[in-house]
């Protein structure tokens, strides 16, 4: 849904460029995925993002059960979490203080591995230890919306081809 369709701004703030920010610094996020009795499932997992095309690049294992569940239904969620540094805020105090960014999409098995393992492991260079191992694949999550939570009276929903051709 677009950036202006449903927002609450403080001044000075700009959406776009916070969501923008936090998609490109991420390095992991808790992924959100459905059971085959259709219950949520919720795991750990590193993400890279893509800056050509606005998705995120993650490595996972055959033998996970979020595996499992996104070949059974390639829904997921993913919710990235910054720091408050990250908007300005020391939020030492604050739980809630920390910019959070929830994707809403699917994931699938990328088609292009060699793209996806560059693009991953110059983000995690230590998973090339298990990259190669016959259970793991790289996995492409294509953003369909995307939501942001900066901070008190900052929440927009954001296009997620924002995230797209940003270097």
């Known amino acids: 849904m677009p950036s202006t369709e449903r927002k609450m701004t403080g001044s000075g703030f700009d959406p776009v460029a916070a969501a ?21 499932f919720n795991s750990w997992a590193g993400i890279a993002p893509d800056r050509r095309t606005g998705a995120l690049v993650l490595l996972l294992s055959d033998l996970a059960v979020h595996t499992a569940n996104l070949k059974g239904d390639p829904r997921a969620s993913l919710l990235i979490v910054g720091r408050g540094a990250d908007i300005g805020d020391s939020g030492a105090d604050d739980p809630l203080s ?16 060699e793209i996806a393992a560059a693009l991953y492991l110059d983000r995690h260079p230590g998973a090339a230890d298990y990259a190669g ?8 999550f294509a953003p369909q919306s995307a939501h942001l939570v900066a901070g008190f009276a900052r929440i927009a929903d954001i296009d997620p081809a924002a995230f797209a051709g940003f270097a």
Not at 20 to 39: E, F, I, P, V
Not at 98 to 113: E, F, S, Y
């Open 20 to 40: 923008t920010s936090l998609w490109r610094k991420a390095r992991q996020a808790s992924l959100a995925t459905m059971s085959g009795d259709g219950m949520p």
């Open 133 to 140: 191992f016959g259970d793991f694949r790289f996995y492409r």
């Open 98 to 113: 920390p910019p959070r960014l929830t994707l809403v999409g699917h994931i699938l098995v990328a088609g292009d591995q």
